[in-house]
Every structure is written in structure tokens, then in C-alpha cells.
């Protein structure tokens, strides 16, 4: 249960910390100068304290648990909650094929996480 709840708490700060990150530098030109104003925002700031913490919850993880249980756990939960994220606040809509991938998904992290 350890696992779990450390691992959502890492993917969702991976996926929060990078949606606040694409949205303080969405629309900026791609110069030096235009980048570091966009990460000095509120947006830019608090989307690399959540990266921040997404990297301290990974390592955290890795000290009692194997890689191979880890990161495929880890690429299921990040591509769930990108995709709800996605679905929630830029209104992308999910065909047939990829619902039924992420009932898939989730069966595979119940499946992965009894593995230890």
C-alpha cells in the first residue's frame, strides 16, 4: 500500500509540475531571456518545486522498492493522470481504443504492484 500511495503522490506531482511548467512557457519565444521570465512566474515556480518533489518521491521509492517494479507502475500512473488531466482542462476527448487502454493500464498497475 506503501507503493501505491507514494507512487500517485510522485505522478501526479510529475504531471502537475510539468502542466504548470507548459503553461507559464506556452506562447513564449524559445530565447534564453523569454524562458527564464516565463519559470520566474508563479506558474513556472511552483511547477518546478512540484518536479522537485515528484524527483525527491522517486528517489524515496526506489530506496525500498525494485526498478522493475517501479517504473512501469510509474508510466501507467503518469499516463493516467495525463490523460485526465488533459481530458479536464484542455477538453481533449478519449476515443473507444483509449478507454479501454486505460481500464487496461489500471489492471496492469494492480498487477505490477503485487509484484515485489
Known amino acids: 500500500m506503501k507503493l501505491i500511495i507514494l507512487s500517485v503522490l510522485q505522478s501526479v ?10 503553461q507559464a512557457v506556452e506562447g513564449k519565444q524559445a530565447t ?21 518533489s515528484s524527483f525527491v518521491l522517486t528517489t524515496l521509492i526506489l530506496s525500498f522498492t525494485r526498478v522493475a517494479v517501479f517504473i512501469p507502475l510509474n508510466t ?3 499516463f493516467l493522470f495525463t490523460v485526465v488531466y488533459a481530458v479536464a482542462f484542455h477538453h481533449e476527448r478519449l476515443a473507444m481504443p483509449a478507454l479501454v487502454g486505460m ?9 505490477v504492484s503485487q509484484y515485489r
Open 13 to 22: 506531482s510529475a504531471v502537475a509540475g510539468m502542466a504548470l511548467v507548459h
Open 32 to 52: 534564453l531571456l523569454s524562458l527564464v521570465q516565463a519559470l520566474v512566474s508563479w506558474q513556472g515556480m511552483v511547477g518546478i518545486a512540484a518536479l522537485l
Open 76 to 78: 501507467g500512473l503518469v
Open 103 to 111: 481500464v487496461l493500464i489500471t489492471a496492469g498497475i494492480a498487477l
